[in-house]
């Protein structure tokens, strides 16, 4: 299968911002939702934001309000926007789709 490749993770003091980015095929991108989740050491994967082929978003009560997943559809790149970040954000995070495998991920960190 294919996978997607993140960037844009880093380092920032909690109250931060940062902007993740996942690109993926013209041919995948359309006709599918994008995910983003997040795994932190010692944790269970969790879903933490979707948008579907038509825009539609849906978010994990625990970012709901901080983060804004949006995609371009020009680019076939879904963004994770995350705002007001907290220590409790830190994770690698993973954009997936029902027709791609697992990527490396990005790491975010945020500091108290």
């Known amino acids: 299968q294919v996978q997607l490749v993140e960037s844009g993770g880093g380092l920032v003091q909690a109250g931060g911002a940062l902007r993740l980015s996942c690109a993926a095929s013209a041919r995948i991108f359309r006709i599918t939702a994008m995910d983003w989740y997040r795994q932190a050491p010692g944790k269970q994967r969790e879903l933490v934001a979707i948008?579907?082929?038509?825009?539609?978003?849906r978010y994990a009560d625990s970012v709901k309000g901080r983060f804004i997943i949006s995609r371009d559809n020009a680019k076939n790149t879904v963004y994770l926007q995350m705002n007001s970040l907290k220590p409790e954000d830190s994770a690698v995070y993973y954009c997936?789709?029902?027709?791609?495998?697992w990527g490396q991920g990005t790491q975010v960190t945020v500091s108290s």
């Open positions: 997936k789709t029902p027709f791609t495998s």
């Open positions: 948008i579907t082929s038509g825009g539609s978003t």
